[in-house]
């Protein structure tokens, strides 16, 4: 079992930066995929970003690539996401999830409550 807590959301205007943070309870983090994903009013949930357990491999969806960085602290048990430059459509609940082999998609075995961002113009 794995349970998530995300925090650092908030207000932020177009072009700032926010950093979300993840921590992971359970004794196996090292072993899991974890993943960033946002849903905004009225859509459906999508892929932000992910790091592979093995070699710490990162992935971005195309909308915040070169934007959003995405790292992990293995002994803190805990997974970041760097969002800078940040934009107005940027603006959803940020989730962070976890997994054994899922990488890109939602299909993702622990989720967290999220937390959201705003982001005004």
């Known amino acids: 079992q794995v349970q998530l807590a995300e925090s650092g959301g908030g207000l932020v205007q177009a072009g700032g930066s926010l950093r979300l943070s993840c921590a992971a309870s359970g004794r196996t983090f090292t072993r899991y995929n974890m993943g960033w994903f946002r849903q905004a009013p009225g859509k459906e949930r999508e892929f932000v970003a992910a790091?592979?357990?093995?070699?710490?491999?990162?992935y971005y969806a195309d909308s915040v690539k070169g934007r959003f960085t995405i790292s992990r602290d293995n002994a803190k048990k805990s997974v970041y996401l760097q969002m800078d430059s940040l934009k107005p459509e940027d603006t959803a609940v940020y989730y962070c999830?976890?997994?054994?082999?899922?990488?890109?998609?939602?299909?993702?075995?622990?989720w967290g409550q999220g937390t959201q961002v705003t982001v005004s113009s």
């Open positions: 999830a976890a997994d054994a082999r899922t990488i890109t998609s939602s299909d993702y075995d622990y």
């Open positions: 790091i592979t357990w093995i070699g710490g491999t990162p």
